[in-house]
């Protein structure tokens, strides 16, 4: 008879609430193995007694097959000597502990077995709009406190009903230990609103009320995830003119949702890269290019030949996609720059200024998550923005921090993340630091982390920007709990979080290309090229400076940007220039911003590459004014040509991209937009190929510039051709997005 063993496998990673436990004792089973397996504080923990080949068996079968959605980072074996004796396999109760490693899992989409049965009129689930199992359903959206149990989920206040704790109990069940687990008899329910808080309908009253609504045209906001959406029929112009009115969204594009990828055809060009991240359990928003003759509202998107996509990913939203049978916008509901509604209290003061009706349900949201954005280039993938499906993110460091670090980010697209030895937790897409309610929304994100985590921080880490929120919250913060706080200037935060993300183990250049940081010299950076060496990093070139006529004002309007350019280049005799952007200037306000200009008024002086793609908009006449951060960056994609290889000329001197050249190309070229517009990008790729050989350095790539689809795309296949390597963010977006990363990162690598 052969020798028994016993073994102790700790396993972390993404491990709870993604039915790991289920599938563990579905295989010990297989291999005949005794003990159990149960969930604690740091992840997963399973004893078996059985034959030792047997157990190897299992553990290779544990990593091969482990489910969709989670992640091992970790799996060590410990072989006992004496045998505990078990006589059966068992799922243990969780266990509490006061060190939180575990991973959270986000929130994952329907999967396919449960829209089956939704669809089955013999399922005791059919239509309800709340079915989950342990592949799928609601995750960090739910969850007050670990270990991941219902208990410990808003979830708690549902009893379940026979039926559906039996299904809890069964280890051979799809739904074992599913903590949303509910049904029509015992779970959460649909109750539709008017605008003034009457309640028209319950359960699939409310849901057939809510359909018959967004078909005539309405706008109902609809309670999902993570939030409250507004939706309305993206084929009505109508509709949609209505939601920009009263969300006071002007053109700032609207997402679309499609009830499926062969409906989601009929109006976009889907590259099959596109299809497996729509259709992935995290189900994202895609920008996808749109198709020529589509019948979509021209207001959903203005301008833009890129639109948002994503699939149904709750029930609910299957439901009335299915139902309504046309393409929905669906997108945050919230009052201008706030971050997105969460509470049925909240959506009923707040929403009757923007909805018609309001469809609530009564499974709370207990921590927000917008949608995530993702954008595909040359088959890699490039985030936007990390939310449901992806965020929170755990992520792993190369090395252990000594002290624990709460690193907060800077002031647009905000996400914190918090450090303990080498496990770093990245929170969710907050927003942008605009508005009380969303300082209330970083503050809540904070607290929710160390509540979860048990987490309390050693040291603070923030932006060097002396006026952004995040910097004055982490002195105020660190001052009162007498913690130690650090700032990190933003490019090498940039530069430090792509090291990180892209896993750089080499000296590289950073070209860090964004809208406006604060630089060492006080100035505003933005078209930065850096290097790191492993121990130090240094401003290696970057663009010349120009200045920005009326600071903030400038970034509203490119046209300040074009002026402040054409002073630079011809001084204050502008006028005899037959150029768009002068025009849309009367000769008095020319005269007044050439004075601010001169005497720097007001006028801080900035290298910021994402200003130059403003004075190249407004040169051209194809934006003089925006009203979204990126905006004309976003519309020039649409005259770029990839056929088009020739590029401006430019000089590098004295470390610095000098743009002058280059410019009076563009103004020659301004009656011809595509040209002009290829030719210009062209001319930002070739830059980033020059600076990377005279330095003999690969690159990476990191800054809000780097959702420029276009230039990115360039700038790989122009790299590829000299031999050079790229890095890109892999797990994070280039923007401000990724910042709170890189300053764990400053920590890291320049804190001895
Ligand atoms: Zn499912
Ligand atoms: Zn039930
Ligand atoms: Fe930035």
Known sequence: MELLKRAVILISGVVQGVGFRPFIYRVAKKYNLKGYVRNDGKGVRVEVEGGEKDILEFIRSVEAQKPAMSQITSLEVDFKDNLVGYTDFLIEESIKDDRKEVSISPDISICDRCIEEMLDPSNRRYLYPFINCTDCGPRFSIICALPYDRKETVMKKFTMCFECSREYKDPTDRRFHAQPNACHVCGPQLFLYTSTGRLVGEKMKALEEACKIVQEGMIVAVKGIGGLHLVCDATNTEAVSLLRQRKRRLEKPFPVMFKDIQQAREYTRITPHEESLLTSPQRPIVLVQRLQEEKLSPLVAPDLDRVGVFLPYSPLHYLILTKVNRPLVVTSANISREPMIKDNQEAIEKLPQSADFILLHNRDIKNRVDDSVVLSVGEKRVFLRIGRGYAPLSFKLPAKLRKNVLA???????????????????????????????????????????????????????????????????????????????????????????????????????????????????????????????????????????RLIGGEKAIREPRRVALSILFQLYGKDILRLNIPAVFSFKEREIENLYTLWEKGINSPLTSSVGRLFDAVSSILGIKHTVSYEGQSGMIMERFYDPSIKEFYPFKIENGQIDWSLMFFGIIEDRYKRPLAVSKFINTLSKIAVEVSKMYQLNIGLSGGVFQNGKLLGRILKDCKKEGIKVYLHSSLPPNDGGLALGQLGFILKMVK
């Not at 090498?492 to 750089?504: K, P, Y």
């Open 408 to 546: 907060v980010g800077g002031h647009q697209k905000v996400s914190v993340a918090i450090a303990f030895e080498d496990n770093v937790i990245i929170s969710p897409y907050i927003g942008d630091m605009e508005t009380v309610e969303s300082t209330e929304a970083f503050q809540e994100t904070v607290f929710t982390l160390f509540k979860l985590y048990n987490f309390w921080p050693e040291v603070v880490v923030s932006d060097l920007h002396p006026g952004y929120y995040t910097t004055k919250w982490a002195q105020l913060f660190s001052e009162e709990n007498q913690l130690e706080h650090l700032k990190v200037q933003h490019h090498i935060a940039h530069a430090l979080s792509l090291n990180l993300d892209a896993d750089v183990k080499e000296e590289i250049l950073y070209v860090c290309w964004d809208g406006t940081g604060y630089g060492f010299d006080g100035n505003l950076w933005g078209g930065e090229f850096l290097i790191f060496d492993g121990s130090n990093i240094a401003r290696a070139m970057s663009f010349r400076y120009f």
